[in-house]
């Protein structure tokens, strides 16, 4: 079973500012098959980014996903009010098990 | 408009059984598979299993075999988490997703509690 770590737990930015975050497997993601997803208090996920790099239908450019192999990242380029959330990473490379990380909230 | 709505909040008694619905529009529910994610208050995002819903194809964690059973309604364009004894540990949010590897599109949640 890959195990994906994410870091950090919180990231504390303020609107305007740059955000990085990261996401590790514990072995090489086939493909490139990860997943980024938004979560907001009290609503679904959102898909923002599938394979690594592509970002899903209607997201804004602002967000950005890289990497391959076992590291990989989520940046969000200038945060705006309503990205403040919790963002997932996920692999699915292989079914099952697929996972997803524990998550980075990003705060104010 | 493409959407998967679930069906409401559920109370239940430890033991008692439980169906959920997640019925897709929009789309060509019978295309794709359609997955089950549970987030257990405060935590984070856990995947349960897909099933395909042209054939009922199913693919499920080790975590969650044996103790759910997912199943399709290809008439109705409908998916369903089913529980025959309820636990107060399935106390949690449970989400489907339509799953085309990632998750692209998101049910608005059905929360289950459990508790005597």
């Known amino acids: 079973e890959i195990v994906l770590t994410q870091s950090p737990g919180t990231l504390s930015l303020s609107p305007g500012e740059r955000a990085t975050l990261s996401c590790r497997a514990s072995q090489n993601v086939g493909g490139n098959q990860l997943a980024w997803y938004q979560q907001k208090p009290g609503q679904a996920p959102r898909l923002l980014i599938h394979?690594?790099?592509s970002r899903a239908t209607g997201i804004p450019d602002r967000f950005s996903g890289s990497g391959s192999g076992t590291d990989f990242t989520l940046t969000i380029s200038r945060l705006e009010s309503e990205d403040f959330a919790v963002y997932y990473c996920?692999?699915?490379?292989?079914?099952?098990?697929?996972?997803f990380g524990g998550g980075t909230k990003v705060e104010i | 408009e493409v959407r998967l709505v679930q069906s409401g909040a559920e109370v239940k008694k430890p033991g008692e059984s439980l169906k959920i619905s997640c019925k897709g529009s929009?789309?060509?529910?019978?295309?794709?598979?359609i997955g089950w994610v549970r987030q257990m208050p405060g935590k984070g995002l856990e995947w349960m299993g897909i099933?395909?819903?042209?054939?009922?194809?199913?693919r499920q964690s080790p975590s969650f075999q044996g103790q759910v059973t997912m199943s399709v309604d290809k008439s109705t364009g409908t998916a369903y988490l089913q529980w025959s004894r309820l636990m107060a540990s399935d106390t949690a949010m449970y989400y489907c997703?339509?799953?085309?590897?990632?998750?692209?599109?998101w049910g608005q949640g059905t929360m289950v509690t459990v508790s005597s």
């Open positions: 099933i395909y819903a042209g054939d009922s194809e199913t």
């Open positions: 996920q692999h699915y490379a292989s079914a099952p098990p697929v996972t």
């Open positions: 394979a690594a790099s």
């Open positions: 929009g789309y060509n529910f019978n295309n794709y598979w």
């Open positions: 997703a339509r799953s085309q590897g990632a998750f692209d599109l």
